[in-house]
């Protein structure tokens, strides 16, 4: 990354932000770095993975709901590209949750379907977006939505976001958490496909589903009325218990069998 001063106290941004030892910024934000990140999104993801988006930049209105992000050297990231960019991903679950000025104008272009998918932004499509006094350190929404994802604010002071308190903090929760304690001049705008999904749709990393089982080994005729075994098996990368179900082809199935452990023939 480009060394050269980009603060106003005469330093250089540390692309480390959680001083893990690992850059967390990888490339400037010019648009050909965007197109290449989601192009290697859309190449790698399978259709089974999560895919979180978060974006805290200047925008801009190009007329109506048509909005921008301002990239480096005064390039545009439009929200019908973006609409583009995020559908050619595979991921089961889309989250995304934006912070720059007009940025609900993008709801209206990656909020349907498939799905699923969440989005939220700062204002609607014809506002500003705003720091949070008194010292304008933090964006004001999306101080409020890390707060309940986290369950601390960045000053380190507890929240609890969880209405129905069972342990997980759904992007609806945090949505309305951020909601009822943004004071500043702007209305966050919030969008789900299909309908409901925020409820149960969160952060939090689930189980991975197990590998595609081998081909059921068993006769492959048989006679009327007799009972026969088919077998099979697959692995759990989470080494979680594993339930059969064969279909037969001809509308019935076996019913769920099991539980099996990971690599252990099901029958």
């Known amino acids: 990354l480009d060394p050269a001063v980009d603060q106003s106290n005469g330093l250089n941004s540390n692309p480390d932000l959680d001083g893990d030892g690992d850059d967390d910024i990888m490339y400037s934000c010019v648009l050909s770095n965007v197109d290449m990140v989601f192009q290697g999104l859309a190449n790698n993801f399978t259709g089974t993975e999560k895919l979180f988006i978060f974006t805290t930049d200047h925008g801009g209105s190009a007329g109506g709901y048509d909005t921008i992000e301002n990239l480096w050297n005064y390039e545009e990231l439009t929200d019908a590209h973006f609409a583009e960019l995020l559908a050619a991903i595979p991921a089961a679950e889309k989250i995304c949750t934006l912070e720059p000025c007009f940025s609900g104008g993008f709801l209206d272009n990656i909020v349907g379907e498939p799905g699923p998918i969440v989005a939220s932004s700062a204002c609607r499509y014809d506002e500003y977006s705003w720091a949070m006094p008194p010292d304008y350190v933090y ?119 099991g539980p099996y452990q990971s690599g252990q023939t099901g029958s």
Request: no cysteine; glycine share 10%.
């Open 139 to 257: 964006d004001t929404y999306v101080f409020h939505w890390t707060a309940a994802m986290k369950g601390e604010d960045a000053y380190g002071v507890p929240v609890n976001a969880d209405v129905n308190q069972d342990g997980i903090i759904t992007l609806d929760e945090a949505y309305q958490y951020a909601v009822d304690h943004d004071q500043d001049d702007e209305s966050p705008q919030y969008g789900e496909y299909p309908e409901g999904t925020g409820s149960y749709l969160s952060l939090k990393v689930t189980s991975d589903p197990p590998a595609q089982p081998t081909k059921p080994v068993g006769p492959t005729l048989g006679i009327w009325n007799i009972e026969y075994t088919y077998t099979s098996s697959t692995t759990e990368p989470d080494n979680e218990q594993i339930y059969y179900q064969f279909n037969w082809g001809d509308g019935s199935n076996s019913g769920w069998l």
